[in-house]
């Protein structure tokens, strides 16, 4: 039998339906898409985005923390990730493809985060 699950880290990633990725639905290459998924995290960590090579340039990536803390000790932040419409080199986003976050810190950490998602008309 093959047991499937995920071990959950210092940055919760979405909800249920986003099962730890940022999955987009599939869409038309002409209108491109726009995926948000929420983070939940330790208020004391700081979070920022970095390039890297299994993030597709073409991706556009904006994060965002909460104005107010969810609580004394957790803070939400958004994740949005957009492709843009009619951009030449969009396709189906493959296994390696993920938006890393750094946790600022020490030791510094970083927070991997797939995406999927199926690109068509190209």
Not at 50 to 66: A, F, G, N, V, Y
Request: aromatic share 4%.
């Amino acid at each position: 039998p093959e047991v499937g699950g995920r071990v959950q880290g210092d940055v919760v990633i979405g909800g249920g339906d986003d099962q730890g990725k940022i999955r987009f639905p599939s869409f038309e290459a002409v209108t491109g898409a726009s995926k948000r998924v929420d983070l939940l995290a330790d208020a004391k960590l700081e979070l920022k985005t970095l390039s890297h090579h299994h993030q597709p340039p073409w991706l556009k990536i904006k994060l965002t923390p909460e104005a107010k803390k969810t609580d004394a000790k957790k803070r939400l932040w958004h994740l949005e990730v957009t492709v843009p419409p009619r951009t030449p080199a969009a396709r189906s986003f493959d296994e390696p493809d993920a938006v890393v976050l750094q946790i600022v810190g020490e030791p510094t950490r970083y927070v991997r985060i797939p995406i999927e998602g199926h690109v068509s008309g190209r």
